[in-house]
């Protein structure tokens, strides 16, 4: 097991979904929230103004981004996810409520707090992949890319020339409002967003060489739900046929040059992924979290006034 896997276990914020740990792992759920202390310095925030490689850290080493996810569209808990120190709050468009203006001050309140504003939009449409990056989203995630066509077709959205053919724009966040030299904010903004192909399905899976082969494509985030339906396995995220699966698309984009992303709660899947190799990874987030979290907390409290009070 490498020391960033181990570092990432040891240190991670204090989990609440109910999960079974894996043998020898810490049991995240006997880590109390309010003592839980994140060293920042075991693992140093990456760059966020476009000076330097966010997948390393200041001493130049490989790094695991860690992040939360936010489906309520709400820029405080964006803001919170960064100041407790997770390295990126995930934006959600495709499954949320959220609209790009919300979107924008989420983008505003992670980098306000420190961390990388990180986008899935709804599909990979131009004006979708466009205005991710114009409202300020450092990472972009693609769902149900199938093939390196569809890939090159999202670097062309999301690139400028000589990448990419990404709209012409000077008034944006992602340009950071025009202010500079023309040439090298275009630089810039290439240098710093990173452009990620979801794999959701058989398909993709089968066409993942070639998808990683697509220049300017930073890498590929495994969505194991839509996975494992089309595999035959629904649901089951911790089984052996998924990691199997998982695992061997990490170790094949890692090979090929590429980042790994996945989002998956804590158990033998975020385990097996990140020893493949996966250096961006999501394993909480705010609905499901509080799910876990208020279900423990109401039972706390009867629902009925017991006997002996009510007599008095």
């Known amino acids: 097991m ?9 240190s991670a914020p204090a989990l609440t979904r109910d999960v079974e740990p894996s ?24 760059s966020t103004n ?19 996810a936010i489906y309520s569209g709400a820029p405080r808990l964006a803001e919170l996810a960064g100041k407790i120190g997770f390295d990126t709050v995930w934006i959600e468009m495709e499954h949320g409520p959220t609209e790009y203006a919300l979107a924008e001050h989420m983008c ?4 306000a707090a420190g961390a990388i504003p ?15 990056l114009e409202v300020g989203a450092r990472i972009v995630v693609v769902p149900m890319v199938q093939t390196a066509d569809q890939a090159r077709q999202i670097v062309e959205y999301g690139k400028f020339p000589p990448i990419g053919a990404r709209g012409y724009n000077m008034r944006s966040r992602g340009v950071n409002y025009g202010l500079g030299d023309k040439e090298t904010i275009f630089a810039e903004a ?16 089968h066409n993942l060489d070639a998808i990683c082969a697509v220049p300017g494509l930073s890498g590929i985030f495994i ?3 839509d996975l494992s339906v089309s595999i035959g396995v629904t649901g089951d ?26 989002l998956v709660p804590p158990g033998r899947m975020l385990d097996a992924a990140i020893d493949a190799g996966c250096d961006l990874v999501f394993y909480c987030g705010d609905a499901s979290d509080l799910c876990v979290a208020w279900k423990r907390l109401l039972a706390l409290v009867p629902a009925t006034v017991p006997a002996r009070t009510a007599a008095r």
């Open 23 to 46: 043998p020898g792992k810490l049991d995240r759920r006997d880590v109390s929230p309010a003592t839980a202390q994140v060293p920042r310095d075991a693992n140093p925030a990456p």
């Open 223 to 225: 969505g194991p739900g």
């Open 190 to 205: 290439n240098a710093r967003t990173h452009l990620f192909a979801q794999i959701e399905s058989m398909e993709a899976v």
């Open 2 to 10: 490498s020391s960033k896997a181990s570092t990432l276990r040891t």
């Open 237 to 262: 995220l911790n089984g052996d046929r998924m990691i199997a699966t998982v695992t061997d698309c990490v170790r094949r984009a890692r090979s090929a040059g590429k980042h790994a992303g996945i």
């Open 108 to 111: 505003m309140a992670a980098e």
């Open 50 to 68: 476009g000076d330097g490689d966010i997948f390393q850290n200041k001493g130049g080493e490989r790094r695991i981004l860690r992040g939360a």
């Open 118 to 132: 990180t986008l899935r939009v709804s599909d990979g449409q131009r004006h979708h992949v466009l205005r991710a």
